[in-house]
Nanobody, 117 residues
């Protein structure tokens, strides 16, 4: 089993920055595929950034060039640096760790990010 706890969300003005953190209580942290997902108001939960166990990253088109996903394996923590924030980035952000086989998948409870125009 594992627990994931997000932090770093809040209210920010358009054009501002936030850094989300996801502290993971899990064995073999770096072996997992990791991702951040966003659920916009009234919308579906969609993936915005992914980090593989071999350090490849990918981003949704809407956040490419503005968001950066990274991890600190010594701290068992996943990050999402969000720059040049826009009102459409508003939503609840969830971190996710899942095994390559798909057998194990863990989610945080989510954290609110609100970007004012």
């Amino acid at each position: 089993q594992a627990s994931l706890v997000e932090s770093g969300g809040g209210l920010v003005q358009s054009g501002g920055s936030l850094r989300l953190s996801c502290a993971a209580s899990v064995r073999f942290f770096s072996s997992y595929q990791m991702a951040w997902h966003r659920q916009s108001p009234g919308g579906r939960r969609t993936e915005v950034a992914r980090l593989t166990s071999d350090d490849r990253t990918s981003y949704a088109d809407a956040v490419q060039g503005r968001f950066t996903i990274s991890r600190d394996s010594a701290k068992n923590t996943l990050y999402l640096q969000m720059d040049s924030l826009k009102p459409e980035d508003t939503g609840v952000y969830f971190c996710n760790l899942h095994s390559a086989s798909g057998r194990n998948s863990y989610w945080g409870e989510g954290i609110q990010v609100t970007v004012d125009p």
